[in-house]
T-cell receptor, first 113, second 114 residues
Framework: NAGVTQTPKFRVLKTGQSMTLLCAQD?????MYWYRQDPGMGLRLIHY???????AKGEVPDGYNVSRLKKQNFLLGLESAAPSQTSVYFC????????????FGQGTRLTVV | AQSVSQHNHHVILSEAASLELGCNYS??????LFWYVQYPGQHLQLLLK??????LVKGIKGFEAEFIKSKFSFNLRKPSVQWSDTAEYFC????????????FGKGTHLIIQP
C-alpha cells in the first residue's frame, strides 16, 4: 500500500536548469496538491488539481507549472530553476475537497545552486 | 483568504511535562481542522482531525485537541510528553466550499529533553 509516492527524493540543480517532480497516488483520489515547505513558513500551496486534466494556481505558483494527464499522477515542473526555489516539496492527495484527510508523500529536497 | 496562527514557534519541555500548542484560524464559516506532525526527516502524518460533532477530539499517541468555535481555536494538548514527541507540529484548516486544500500554520518546533 504505497499511498503517495514522490520522485526524486533529493536533487541539486544549477540555476537555469529545468526538472520535473513526479507525484503518484494509488488511492484513486480526485484532489492532488503541491506544497513547498520553507523554514518558519509552514507549507504553502503551489498548485492543485481537482481531477484529471485540471489544474489551478495556489498561493505561490510563480516559476512552476503542473500537469495532471492521468488521475494518479501530478507533475510539478520548474522550467528555469532559481535559488529561491530551494525548498522541500510535498505532494498530497485527498478523496474530496472537504471532510476528508489529505495524505502526504515523503517529500523532495531540492537545492538550486 | 484564511490564515492560521500558531503562537509558539519553538517549545522546549522536559519529559513528562504537559503540552499545549495554540492554533487560531481566521475563517468564520464551516471548517475542517487538523494537526499534523513531522518527525525529523519524515513526511507529514495526521495526528488528529475535527470535522463535526464532539469538539474534543482524540488522536494518535495520546494527543487531543479542542475546537472552540467562539475563539476560532483548535489547541493541541498532551498530558505527559515523551522524548519521541520531538518534532514539528502543524495546525491546518480547510474551509467549506474551497477546493484548494489546506492552509497551514507556520509550525511549532517541539523539543523534549530527557
Amino acid at each position: 500500500n504505497a499511498g503517495v509516492t514522490q520522485t526524486p527524493k533529493f536533487r541539486v540543480l544549477k540555476t537555469g536548469q529545468s526538472m520535473t517532480l513526479l507525484c503518484a497516488q494509488d488511492m484513486n483520489h480526485e484532489y492532488m496538491y503541491w506544497y513547498r515547505q520553507d523554514p518558519g513558513m509552514g507549507l504553502r500551496l503551489i498548485h492543485y488539481s481537482v481531477g484529471e486534466g485540471t489544474t489551478a494556481k495556489g498561493e505561490v505558483p510563480d516559476g512552476y507549472n503542473v500537469s495532471r494527464l492521468k488521475k494518479q499522477n501530478f507533475l510539478l515542473g520548474l522550467e528555469s530553476a532559481a535559488p529561491s526555489q530551494t525548498s522541500v516539496y510535498f505532494c498530497a492527495s485527498s478523496l474530496f475537497s472537504f471532510n476528508t484527510e489529505a495524505f502526504f508523500g515523503q517529500g523532495t529536497r531540492l537545492t538550486v545552486v | 483568504a484564511q490564515s492560521v496562527s500558531q503562537h509558539n514557534h519553538h517549545v522546549i519541555l522536559s519529559e513528562a511535562a504537559s503540552l499545549e500548542l495554540g492554533c487560531n484560524y481566521s475563517y468564520g464559516g464551516t471548517v475542517n481542522l487538523f494537526w499534523y506532525v513531522q518527525y525529523p526527516g519524515q513526511h507529514l502524518q495526521l495526528l488528529l482531525k475535527y470535522f463535526s460533532g464532539d469538539p474534543l477530539v482524540k488522536g494518535i499517541k495520546g494527543f487531543e485537541a479542542e475546537f472552540i468555535k467562539s475563539k476560532f481555536s483548535f489547541n493541541l494538548r498532551k498530558p505527559s510528553v515523551q522524548w519521541s514527541d520531538t518534532a514539528e507540529y502543524f495546525c491546518a484548516v480547510n474551509s467549506g466550499g474551497g477546493a484548494d486544500g489546506l492552509t497551514f500554520g507556520k509550525g511549532t518546533h517541539l523539543i523534549i529533553q530527557p
